[in-house]
């Protein structure tokens, strides 16, 4: 079941909370042996907690910044999370754009390091449709002057999204070359 762009649009552009316990963890990648420090909360908006939104925050190890930062939600009736917004620094991967969209993200390649951004409204159909139930996060934008550090990271998020209390995430484990 597709969910509707005004309840993505909603969960979006609102003022967000999020929500206790803030406590990092410690989680084994599923294709190596190295661990990865978690961050996972849910969210509140407008004073409601609705089902199944989450602000998820990934650090990597073996690099002093590699980390990913999350605002999804479920798609009704189903353990699925769509990634509304989803910033990447200094991803070990490339990404490649699908053909369609605004020409500035219309097949775009961006190379594995190059920090960027996911935000559902690029692969959206015409009429605000949706274009895939369970990827919204098909095309991304370059960040044109990246953050450098974890601190600056989450600030960037924060505004982006509306998070009111990023401020309350502890900083990461020491992991690595992280710091």
Same mark, same amino acid.
């Given at each position: 079941?597709?969910?509707?762009?005004?309840? %993505?649009?909603?969960?979006?552009?609102?003022?967000?909370? &999020?929500? !206790? !316990?803030?406590?990092?963890?410690?989680?084994?990648?599923?294709? /190596?042996?190295?661990?990865?420090?978690? *961050?996972?909360?849910?969210?509140?908006?407008? $004073?409601?907690?609705?089902?199944? #939104?989450? *602000?998820?925050? /990934? =650090? *990597?190890?073996?690099?002093?910044?590699?980390? %990913?930062?999350?605002?999804?939600?479920?798609?009704?009736?189903?353990?699925?999370?769509?990634?509304?917004?989803?910033?990447?620094?200094?991803?070990? /991967?490339?990404? /490649?754009?699908?053909?369609? $969209?605004?020409?500035? %993200?219309?097949? #775009?390649? =961006?190379?594995?390091?190059?920090?960027?951004?996911?935000?559902?409204?690029?692969?959206?159909?015409?009429?605000?449709?949706?274009?895939?139930?369970?990827?919204?996060?098909?095309? @991304?934008?370059?960040?044109?002057? !990246?953050?450098?550090?974890?601190?600056?990271? &989450?600030?960037?998020?924060? %505004?982006?999204?509306?998070?009111?209390? @990023?401020?309350?995430? !502890?900083?990461?484990? @020491?992991? $690595? &070359?992280? *710091?």
């Amino acid at each position: 079941m597709p969910i509707d762009f005004e309840i %993505v649009d909603k969960i979006f552009c609102t003022q967000k909370y &999020l929500l !206790p !316990p803030f406590d990092w963890k410690t989680v084994p990648a599923s294709n /190596t042996k190295e661990q990865r420090q978690c *961050f996972e909360t849910r969210i509140k908006l407008e $004073g409601t907690i609705p089902r199944g #939104v989450w *602000f998820r925050i /990934t =650090i *990597f190890p073996g690099s002093l910044i590699r980390s %990913v930062f999350q605002l999804e939600c479920d798609i009704p009736n189903s353990r699925t999370h769509v990634p509304l917004y989803r910033l990447e620094l200094d991803p070990l /991967t490339a990404h /490649t754009n699908k053909l369609y $969209g605004d020409d500035e %993200v219309n097949g #775009v390649f =961006i190379d594995a390091g190059v920090t960027h951004e996911h935000i559902f409204y690029d692969s959206l159909k015409p009429g605000n449709i949706l274009r895939k139930p369970n990827r919204c996060d098909e095309q @991304a934008r370059i960040v044109k002057d !990246p953050p450098s550090d974890f601190a600056h990271a &989450l600030s960037y998020v924060a %505004v982006k999204i509306e998070l009111q209390n @990023a401020d309350q995430i !502890p900083h990461p484990n @020491a992991q $690595g &070359l992280l *710091f």
